[in-house]
Structure formats: structure tokens, C-alpha cells
């Protein structure tokens, strides 16, 4: 069983950036790939981004490619979700989620293993 912890959610301007973190827990996480999801009332759980598990390939929703950048560090069990020129319509709980497979082109939230808890990211216009 696996853990994943988000944290870095918070009340921001459009325009500002945000840092989202997901730990995860034991010595299998360098072997999931990673995807960010979120959600705003109302809507599905829409895919945002995905890394593989060194890092080296990354994937992502067309509504953020250009402001957000996905990374991973294995050595701390973390990846990030750098948010940047956030717009009102990225306002949404932000949830991580990891699979043990190799793609990263896997939008379908059913097809991952482990979810974190969510974390909110509020931007005001």
C-alpha cells in the first residue's frame, strides 16, 4: 500500500505562481509514474500532467502546457507541479495520483493506483 501527500495549495492572484508537492510513501515510489489531476465543483476529474518514473518524460493537459512544469525528485520520494501565470479557471483541488506503469499518457483517473488526499488552489481574478 502506498501513501501520497499533497501539500503547497493556497489563495492566490491570477498571474501569481504556486509550488504544489506530492511525498510519496516507501522505497516503490521510483517506480510509479505520477500524474497531477484536479477537480472544480461541479466538473470531472480532469488529467493536468504526468511524469515517468525517472523523470525524463513528462505529459500534459494542452489547458496548462506553456505555465505548468512537472518534476520529480526520487531521492526525496517527491514530485512538484510548478504552477506558473495561474488564471481563475485553475482554481480546483489538485490531487496527485501514481501507477506502476510505464506511460505517461494515461489521462483516465480509474487507471491509477494511489491517490493523495488533495490539496486546494483558489485563484482570484
Known amino acids: 500500500q502506498a501513501e501520497l501527500v499533497e501539500s503547497g495549495g493556497g489563495l492566490v492572484q491570477a498571474g501569481d505562481s504556486l509550488r504544489l508537492a506530492c511525498e510519496g510513501s516507501g522505497r516503490a515510489f521510483s517506480t510509479w509514474s505520477v500524474a497531477w489531476f484536479r477537480q472544480a465543483p461541479g466538473n470531472e476529474r480532469d488529467f493536468v500532467a504526468a511524469?515517468?518514473?525517472?523523470?525524463?518524460?513528462?505529459f500534459y493537459a494542452d489547458s496548462v502546457k506553456g505555465r505548468f512544469t512537472i518534476s520529480r525528485d526520487n531521492a526525496k520520494n517527491t514530485v512538484y507541479l510548478q504552477m506558473n501565470s495561474l488564471k481563475s479557471e485553475d482554481t480546483a483541488i489538485y490531487y496527485c495520483?501514481?501507477?506502476?506503469?510505464?506511460?505517461?499518457?494515461?489521462?483516465?483517473?480509474?487507471?491509477?493506483?494511489?491517490w493523495g488526499q488533495g490539496t486546494q488552489v483558489t485563484v482570484l481574478s
Open positions: 511524469v515517468n518514473r525517472v523523470g525524463a518524460v513528462t
Open positions: 495520483a501514481a501507477r506502476n506503469g510505464y506511460s505517461v499518457q494515461i489521462v483516465i483517473p480509474d487507471l491509477y493506483d494511489y
